[in-house]
């Protein structure tokens, strides 16, 4: 009789990978907690007269530059962490031509969404401190 169960290959990850992915999990929870928690976030808000407003699906709410300033921190950091861990995946599986093509897409992929968001919060950072 044949065994019915899937076996899975064994992986390792390296302290490096844990690292990278610890870190990535700790910035984006950051900033998802701090959003939450706050009523917004800076990437979704506005500078007015000297005013800083934290927004979220259209609603603003008046916060200090130093809050301002952390959220849109926390949104620029977090996507260039995650694209550091995507990156690193490719050493958990067996390198294959076809894992090789596949994260090469999946990192290029995830740079430019990354990349597309830390702008637009770099832009909320220029906006807070100058």
């Known amino acids: 009789m044949h065994s019915t169960r899937i076996h899975f290959p064994k992986l390792t990850f390296s302290k490096k990978f844990l690292v990278i ?3 990535a999990f700790v910035t984006f929870a950051s900033f998802i907690v701090t959003g939450l928690s706050w009523g917004g976030a800076a990437l979704g808000g506005k500078v007015e007269d000297g005013k800083y407003f934290l927004g979220e699906h259209g609603k603003f709410r008046e916060v200090g530059r130093g809050y301002y300033g952390v959220s849109a921190a926390l949104s620029a950091i977090w996507p260039p962490a995650l694209v550091l861990g995507v990156s690193q995946m490719r ?5 294959t031509p076809d894992t090789r093509k596949l ?6 992929f995830s740079s430019l969404i990354a990349a597309a968001f830390s702008i637009t919060s770099l832009i909320c ?6």
């Open 103 to 108: 994260f090469l897409v999946i990192t290029i």
């Open 125 to 130: 950072l220029w906006r807070a401190f100058t």
């Open 91 to 95: 050493g958990v599986f067996p390198a």
């Open 21 to 23: 992915w610890a870190t």
